[in-house]
């Protein structure tokens, strides 16, 4: 039935294509048409034009398929014919045959594919030309019965190294896991019951797999990749008849965690994906990286596969090659990382929501970025099974969130942000006295029931008493006196409400709603970091380098040579820098100091603490808090160190001081000069 009506459908298109056609077009007419029906994938209608016998010795369906096999296989597109002339001997127009040469050129896989060629017409018995159709016209020296073959020549994926060269991501070694049809035996039911709870897939998802159409009884069915070191998920696997183990290649993250969301991790591209970059040089068993540094360089890593593009006789050995590619390895990507101190970071943060960014505050290199919790990159190579997908999505503490890419309300570490604005515009006196009696103050009346509240009463409040004493009084005071357009206008410049440009996307530092602070109180408690102020953490690392760059913020980098670049430029006088830069120092050097505890006799280290409270209103008592430390190691060192650290829920454990001993790990690590061990496996 499914014949007799093709049948009909193209004689009634033979009569259709007839009737339409006042004056019967020449050859090259014909061409033309039929090789815009070729590029819109149109076979059907392409049959129309062909002779009789050339129908006889194909049907429609065998034609259709022929054209969609070889041609969607070698993804041939941007298809175009140029033609010459008809062949000598061939001119006269009204001879029952014509030969036309053309040139045929398409885009495909392994590039672009051109071949001279000719097309011969024979006018049918109505006088229209018909084209004398065979396979050659097709792909040159295919004849009827050799098939087109597409072989993938696969390249390797560049590596990432950090800046010492140890590998951060690279080619590795898994397990897949599979069935060999053929030895499944007797219980058949059984086994793939039992490999369906093993492998988390199931039964009808492997008996698809097993009923595809290249599947023999001896081929080996891929169905799962495992780690290799699985040993027990393993051993269980092989009690089940049919099933095979083999070593496959996997993309392999060594320092799994520790580096995961800066690494992120590679999938096998997708439909939609590759639909987007069609033309690109992707294929349906293309990587392509999903998040992180793998996603960020994807250009610089991605391999480009080689093809080759065959006429294969019925025997099954190539007759030739029609085109051939040339596989292209993906290039290296070498980041500024020190995974060392990346590793010591991140076990600090261990057990904990939080983040920590580390930077040379000289050059800008940046040195670590770290997030807590984290997942295993491998995890998403294998491919997570359904429940410990549930595990990873669902678990509150956020795995997949990269902590470092978000903004935060940063507490009394914006402390020293608004010093060095005031000193700079010329508001803020480092030497007066800013009298204030009791642990509370407020403006005037005009504030209603609302004070700014601090923590620790003493005899001189200067700004080097108020930085190690930590007083929120004397930084509130000393915004209000600077007013919200300077101080506003002093955020703005340094980069406020812009996007720092790194290779990560970051979200933007803000301040206030919509770009304002909307009230005098609002202002006393932005200066302190409360209020509707929020840091990104690489930004205020990039801030703090301003104090030992004289008053410039170095801009970040994470890879090539951007060596002492600034970001912004002069944000701070040079005076204002060295003032807030001593004060620092006094936070960590002096016995009352809220940092004493990071003092080192080996080096000398500039720090602030910061406990953000996370609330609802003044009144609320169940709120939580955010801890920080930011420090520097920038004298009498060749390896100066900025880090910043961020821990979430630090309430009752000690505030900021649970964080500094934990950023105190890096910079030990770092500074003395222990190299310690690269943990890896692999």
Request: charged content about 25%; some cysteine.
């Amino acid at each position: 039935m499914k014949r007799l009506w093709t049948a009909a459908v193209l004689a009634f298109g033979l009569v259709f294509l007839a009737g339409c056609r006042e004056k019967k077009p020449e050859p090259e007419e014909l061409l033309t048409e039929y090789i815009d029906l070729l590029n819109e994938e149109k076979y059907e209608e392409m049959y129309a034009y062909l002779t009789e016998e050339a129908r006889a010795s194909i049907d429609q369906e065998a034609y259709v398929e022929r054209y969609q096999n070889i041609y969607g296989g070698i993804e041939a597109v941007n298809i175009r014919a140029d033609i010459e002339e008809r062949e000598e001997g061939h001119k006269d127009k009204n001879a029952v045959t014509q030969r036309v040469k053309y040139s045929l050129t398409m885009e495909t896989l392994a590039g672009e594919l051109s071949f001279d060629t000719v097309a011969i017409f024979t006018k049918d018995e109505d006088g229209f030309y018909k084209m004398s159709w065979d396979s050659q016209d097709i792909l040159p020296g295919l004849y009827t019965g050799d098939k087109v073959r597409v072989k993938t020549i696969q390249a390797r994926r560049g590596n990432i190294y950090d800046r010492n060269q140890t590998t951060l991501a690279r080619e590795g070694t898994a397990s897949s896991v599979g069935l060999v049809p053929g030895k499944l035996g007797e219980n058949r039911e059984e086994s793939l019951a039992s490999l369906s709870e093993l492998l988390e897939i199931s039964v009808e998802r492997i008996e698809k797999e097993l009923n595809a159409g290249w599947v023999r009884d001896d081929t080996f069915v891929p169905l799962r990749t495992v780690s290799k070191d699985n040993y027990e998920l393993k051993e269980q696997l092989l009690m089940i008849s049919g099933v095979m183990i083999t070593d496959t290649t996997v993309r392999y993250y060594p320092f799994k965690e520790k580096a995961a969301q800066l690494t992120g991790y590679v999938q096998n591209i997708t439909a939609e994906e590759l639909e987007e970059r069609r033309g690109q040089g992707y294929n349906r068993n293309s990587q392509i990286g999903k998040a992180g540094a793998e996603r960020i360089y994807e250009e610089i890593l991605r391999p480009r596969d080689g093809y080759s593009i065959q006429i294969i006789d019925q025997n099954g050995d190539v007759k030739s090659v029609v085109l051939e590619k040339p596989a292209e390895d993906g290039r290296d990507v070498v980041l500024t990382v020190d995974i060392i101190l990346q590793q010591h970071l991140y076990q600090e943060l261990e057990g904990d929501e939080g983040c920590a960014v580390a930077i040379d505050p000289r050059s800008g290199a940046v040195l670590a970025m770290a997030s807590a919790p984290a997942y295993d990159p491998n995890d998403f190579v294998m491919g997570y099974t359904s429940s410990a997908w549930d595990a990873v999505n669902n678990d509150e503490a956020q795995p997949l969130y990269n902590r470092y890419l978000a903004s935060w309300v940063p507490g009394s570490v914006f402390k020293p942000v608004t010093a060095a604005l005031g000193l700079t515009n010329g508001s803020l006196d480092p030497d007066e006295d800013v009298k204030n009696e009791g642990l509370s103050w407020q403006k005037d009346e005009s504030w209603g029931s609302y004070e700014v509240t601090t923590l620790v009463d003493y005899p001189v409040k200067n700004l080097e008493s108020a930085l190690i004493y930590s007083d929120n009084i004397y930084f509130a005071k000393a915004a209000v006196n600077m007013g919200e357009e300077a101080f506003t206008k002093g955020l703005d410049s340094l980069g406020f409400g812009e996007e720092l440009e790194f290779d990560f996307a970051l979200k933007a530092s803000s301040y206030g709603s919509e770009g304002r602070i909307g009230s005098e109180t609002e202002l006393a408690d932005s200066a302190y970091g409360q209020g509707k102020i929020l840091v990104n953490p690489l930004h205020l690392a990039s801030i703090y380098s301003a104090f030992v760059n004289e008053g410039n913020m170095v801009k970040p980098y994470l890879s090539g040579s951007e060596e002492g670049k600034f970001w912004k430029e002069n944000v701070f006088t040079q005076e204002a820098a060295a003032t807030v830069l001593n004060g620092l120092y006094q936070v960590v050097e002096h016995p009352e100091g809220t940092a004493h505890e990071a003092c080192r006799s080996e080096y000398r280290l500039a720090g602030k603490t910061g406990t953000a409270e996370i609330k609802d209103s003044k009144e609320d008592t169940n709120g939580t808090e955010l801890g920080w430390f930011a420090g520097i190691s920038g004298a009498d060192t060749d390896k100066p160190l900025l880090i910043v650290m961020m821990i979430e829920d630090v309430k009752g454990r000690g505030g900021s001081h649970y964080v500094i001993p934990k950023a105190m790990a890096g910079f030990d690590v770092y500074n003395k000069g222990e190299e310690g061990e690269t943990e890896y496996e692999g």
